[in-house]
């Protein structure tokens, strides 16, 4: 049985860097991007009016100035303008030649050709200046996992598309004979399989093309066949079965199925079944079969290495911090992820004997780290969590 942090790094080394590809910004949402991204032009490229009004050269409170000409988006005053003189100009278009402030149209008087302007007028200029936004050459870093946000910046940097990592290809394979699919009728000795879809789901999330393949039954042949479908994934989870009791197949015949097992066990709680190694050409990793303990371990383990695969630094779960809602008693030696909500009052823990589904997975937005032995920790301590 090994650490936590020692689990991981055992899994980042299974890590296998996978090829990359180019794609249009279209299809590029939550994709790693692992080349930089350069822009082409300043952006605004011209110096632009902030506001709806009129560009001058000088402002002084009640001058009349002729209005010579119209500044719009997309259509530019081609004159110059001279002392005396204004151009209509709107948000967004290009300031003309000379013009040293923009005077909002509330602060004007217009009468056909010529405006008068107000007795107070603001101090700012209204213009945005060349590259207010960026420059020529600016760079967005990679590694970096694309956003809505990103899309919309490397648009306006004039870029159309991006290197970025081919997305992993994850088997999801649910372990065991009481197990039916969702929507199917289970026998009276049966529950429904509902791991692999909260972790399909997650997949999703992480960039990831999840795959979900048939349940593997308990015996060496079905566990065989449900590993052979699975065959050329970049990583095979595997859900239940890896425990020690009887009818656990997986746990207690996986080499004898092909993996090269890297480690069995770790001290945490919930997931301390947990298993990993190579199948193949895959890296695989197994998962207890407790609703709570994949869900942990998924978010625990499979995310940061479903991260690494892609171009991502390899690194824990993001952790953050917050304050207790109520006291909690010492932990004991191992690595404690326990179940909370992070709410105005800080983390609210659940009860140990609140173990329903609905609590688990419906209400729960956070897992509190415990660090092994631990001690006991008054209302209001700060405390590592990870959100969910």
């Known amino acids: 049985m090994i650490s936590v942090s020692a689990a991981l790094e055992q899994l980042f080394a299974l890590v296998t860097p996978l090829d990359t590809e180019t794609v249009p910004l279209t ?3 939550d994709r790693v991007m692992v080349v930089d991204a350069t822009a082409e032009r300043d ?16 402002a002084e409170p009640g001058t009349t100035l002729a209005v010579v000409g119209e500044s719009a988006a997309g259509h530019r005053f081609d004159g110059q303008l001279g002392d005396g003189q204004a151009v209509r100009i709107f948000t967004g278009a290009p300031v003309p030649p000379g013009a040293t402030r923009v005077i909002i149209q509330e602060d004007v008087i217009r009468t056909g050709d010529s405006i008068t302007l107000g007795a107070k007028l603001d101090t700012s200029d209204h213009i945005r200046p060349a590259g207010n936004d960026f420059s020529a050459g600016f760079r967005v870093p990679s590694p970096r996992r694309l956003t809505p946000n990103d899309i919309a910046l490397l648009a306006a940097m004039n870029v159309s598309r991006v290197t970025v990592t081919r997305r992993p290809v994850v088997a999801l394979i649910a372990t065991g004979d009481e197990l039916v699919m969702p929507g199917e009728k289970p026998g009276p000795d049966q529950i429904i ?3 692999t879809f909260g972790l399909y789901a997650q997949m999703l999330q992480l960039g990831a093309d999840p795959r979900l393949l ?8 079905s566990m065989r066949q449900a590993l052979d479908l699975a065959v050329g994934a970049d990583l095979i989870i595997t859900v239940g079965g890896a425990s020690v009791g009887d009818h656990d197949i997986l746990g207690r015949m996986a080499q004898e199925l092909g993996l090269e097992r890297s480690f069995y066990k770790v001290a945490m ?3 301390k079944p947990l298993m990993a190694g190579r199948y193949g050409v895959s890296l695989m990793i197994g998962l207890p079969g407790n609703p709570v303990s994949a869900m942990v371990c ?5 995310a940061p290495v479903v991260r690494a695969m892609q171009g991502l630094p390899a690194v824990p779960a993001p952790r953050r911090h917050a304050p207790l809602a109520h006291a909690i008693a010492a932990n004991g030696p191992r690595e404690h992820y326990m179940r909370a909500i992070l709410g105005a009052t800080g983390l609210r823990i659940f009860e140990r004997q609140d173990s329903s589904l609905l609590s688990v997975l419906g209400e729960a937005n956070a897992l509190l780290v415990r660090a092994p032995d631990d ?3 008054a209302v209001g301590a700060e405390m590592p969590f990870i959100l969910l």
């Open 27 to 29: 299809r590029a949402l």
């Open 43 to 58: 952006q605004p490229p011209f110096a632009a009016s902030a506001m709806d009004g009129y560009a001058v050269v000088r």
């Open 193 to 195: 399989a509902s791991n």
């Open 214 to 221: 048939p349940i593997g039954r308990d015996t060496v042949a």
């Open 269 to 271: 709680r919930p997931g």
């Open 298 to 302: 998924g978010h625990v383990f499979v």
């Open 375 to 377: 001690p006991a920790r």
